[in-house]
């Protein structure tokens, strides 16, 4: 079911002129409510009246993590402290964490659009709802919280380890729908498994999964082992949390960006210019309607590809792929873009493949070279004949190429014999270019 079917079926045109006044409003907002804003736009020099199309957001400066870093705890706020509900908080790897802040209306919009995930990944008023995603400073656990209690679910708000315990509760109550990060949806799966429950006995039809990347296998992978159908959900807390995009049960290709509220652009990380639909580039999000932190033009580091084509559900709303990996992963061979991600999505369709592989790259004169070596799958017969794996490493070549656009080399090894290091993971890429 769609939830808010108005905006969610809006047509293009609408929905365009919409964002267009919204940024109008935002920008002026931000100018006069946020000195870092006031200050950015000065040393861009652009004037908040000058910002009247869609198009004009190209003159708008990146807002980027270290500047929520940089003004920890409230100074991005755009509101006075007392008019903030929530805090959440995302912990940092490296020093401070990032906090963001809510109003009463945003924690309102914020359920809005949680709602819209759910229902979308084929949630309806009555379910019971598992909620596995972890409470706290955290903003899954109550950002899906709302959106479930708004549509009317009959909310668990389990939230995330206890495996044991999360078992019983699904026996006991019958959820319909989960939500987690796809990983715990396979450890719940292996672990009822391993307690002789047959997990395609559960209770669950649909899972909301999301908080990590991961891939269209483990998507196959969490479908054939439990009764549901899993689509993917995306968000950010420096842009309001999980809601920002969910993926319909239709389609299951690609999340619908709820683009009333959170306008998004795909950009070349390097140059920072705005790609074509089906290009991978870095999503970078403005928040139309946000009021306590409201964002210009914030860099995810996340890359993925968009698609503004009508999809079969009825939503009009552009949608996301999944994410393939961070920018700060990219590898730029002879000027292009290169993903691990996108290698790894080609040798996962070989069977004869495991997906143990490992990059290199090296430089002969200004030329780069790429070369991929991957184990072949050990249940295989091991020592395929020599002319076999040539077959098949002709195979992946040309796939490759198709996916990444550039010519690779790949060379099959024998299993276990590419390096791993200490926790048993490999590294993945060895860039031997000395430049
Ligand atoms: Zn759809």
């Known amino acids: 079911m769609i939830w808010n079917v108005p905006a969610e079926t809006m047509p293009r045109d609408d929905?365009?002129?919409?964002?267009?006044?919204?940024?109008q409003a935002l920008v002026r907002r931000v100018d006069e409510r946020v000195p870092f804003y006031r200050q950015a736009f000065e040393r861009a020099g652009v004037r908040p009246e000058q910002i009247r199309t869609l198009a004009d957001i190209r003159r708008l400066p990146w807002t980027r993590k270290t500047d929520l870093r940089d003004h920890y705890p409230f100074g991005l706020f755009a509101v006075p402290r007392d008019q903030v509900v929530r805090l959440h908080a995302s912990s940092g790897t490296t020093g401070k964490p990032t906090v963001v802040g809510y109003t009463r209306a945003d924690v309102q919009m914020w359920a809005e659009v949680c709602a819209r995930c759910l229902a979308a990944g084929g949630g309806r008023p009555g379910d019971v709802f598992h909620n596995a995603y972890g409470y706290g400073l955290f903003t899954g656990g109550l950002g899906m919280h709302y959106g479930a209690e708004l549509m009317g679910m009959t909310v668990v708000p389990v939230s995330g380890g206890n495996t044991e315990r999360q078992l019983l509760l699904i026996g006991d109550f019958q959820p319909r729908v989960i939500a987690c990060t796809p990983s715990y949806m396979l450890t719940l799966a292996e672990a009822a498994l391993a307690r002789g429950l047959d997990p395609r006995r559960l209770s669950l039809r649909f899972a909301v999964l999301g908080a990590e990347?991961?891939?269209?296998a483990m998507r196959r992978q969490i479908e054939r082992l439990l009764p549901v159908r899993a689509v993917n959900i995306y968000g950010l807390s420096e842009v309001i949390g999980p809601g920002v995009s969910n993926e319909c049960v239709e389609a299951q290709q690609g999340s619908h960006v709820f683009e009333d509220h959170f306008l998004v652009e795909?950009?070349?990380?390097?140059s920072g210019e705005p790609l074509p639909p089906g290009e991978v580039g870095e999503l970078v999000f403005t928040t139309l309607t946000k009021e306590a932190l409201p964002v210009i033009r914030y860099r995810t580091g996340d890359l993925a590809s968009l698609?503004?084509?009508p999809c079969r559900c009825g939503r009009t709303l552009a949608r996301m792929s999944l994410v393939v990996g961070r920018t700060d992963d990219m590898l730029i061979i002879r000027g292009i873009n290169v993903f691990p991600s996108q290698v790894e999505s080609v040798v996962v369709q070989f069977p004869e493949l495991s997906p143990h592989y490992q990059l290199r790259i090296t430089r002969e004169r200004t030329l780069d070279d790429l070369e991929v070596r991957i184990e072949a799958d050990p249940s295989g017969d091991g020592g395929a004949a020599a002319d076999r794996g040539a077959a098949l490493e002709a195979r992946v070549t040309e796939r490759l190429r198709g996916v990444v656009g550039i010519h690779i080399r790949v060379r099959v090894v024998s299993p276990g014999s590419l390096p791993r290091s200490e926790g048993g993971k490999l590294r993945r890429v060895i860039d031997e270019r000395t430049s």
């Open 15 to 23: 929905l365009a002129a919409l964002q267009a006044s919204r940024l």
């Open 266 to 270: 795909v950009v070349d990380p390097r």
């Open 307 to 309: 698609d503004p084509s």
């Open 213 to 216: 990347p991961w891939t269209e």
